[in-house]
């Protein structure tokens, strides 16, 4: 029983890591967050294990559509 | 001349615009369907209670494959393994607390090793392949 519980922390720890790592890489490349400040963000993402990596995501969507770019967002469509 | 170009503008634009709600909507789809048994006993909806609904979810699960190779299609290696992780999170509570069948931790881990493979080989390809036509 002990050893399941370890198992199950280690591998919620593994994803939570992963994800954090990818999305502060991306937070300190980023120029504009969602409300202006990093820090938040930062906090958020590594002291709310997984919960604040979707929150993340779900508030800076473009990490997983580089396509749509800034200049796309803002209508200009030169090539 | 004018009126392709127009025309190809106005369609990639009409692309565009659903494209960041594809892959939640995919993850949303995928999380029903491999906790549809838990929610119809919610529910309490008798009539949809389906044995498939029931079993060892690895059906289910291939599912989850869409949105991973979508999101290494369209975001590269680095959205393939963000997708797989949030896979990886939506799998855990049925593999923790959930299912009675044997081995539900490892058999999710397995699928998660596949599917991130699968999918950070095919973000790699094409990126080859766009470095090849460039």
């Known amino acids: 029983m002990q050893l399941e519980w370890v198992l199950r922390i280690v591998l919620f720890g593994i994803v939570h890591w992963v994800l954090a790592g990818i999305l502060l890489q991306d937070l300190a490349t980023r120029k504009k967050v969602f409300g202006g400040k990093k820090a938040p963000w930062a906090v958020a993402i590594i002291f709310i294990p997984c919960f604040g990596s979707l929150v993340y995501l779900a508030f800076h969507p473009d990490i997983l559509n580089p396509g749509i770019s800034r200049r796309d967002r803002d209508g200009d469509d030169r090539p | ?134």
């Open chain 2, 1 to 134: 001349m004018a009126l392709p170009e127009k025309e190809s503008t106005d369609d990639s634009s009409r692309i565009r615009w659903y494209r960041p709600f594809i892959l939640p909507l995919l993850l949303i789809i995928c999380s029903l369907i491999y906790y549809f048994g838990e929610l119809v006993d919610w529910a309490g909806w008798s009539a949809l209670h389906l044995d498939f609904f029931y079993g060892v979810h690895d059906v289910q699960r291939l599912l989850f494959f869409a949105p991973i190779i979508y999101a290494s299609y369209t975001a590269g290696v680095r959205g393939a393994i963000i997708i797989t992780m949030v896979s990886l999170l939506i799998f855990l509570p049925r593999a923790f607390f959930i299912s009675t069948y044997p081995d539900p931790v490892l058999r999710v881990i397995l699928f998660v090793i596949v599917a991130g493979s699968v999918g950070v080989l095919i973000a790699r390809l094409r990126s080859q392949i766009g470095n090849a036509k460039k």
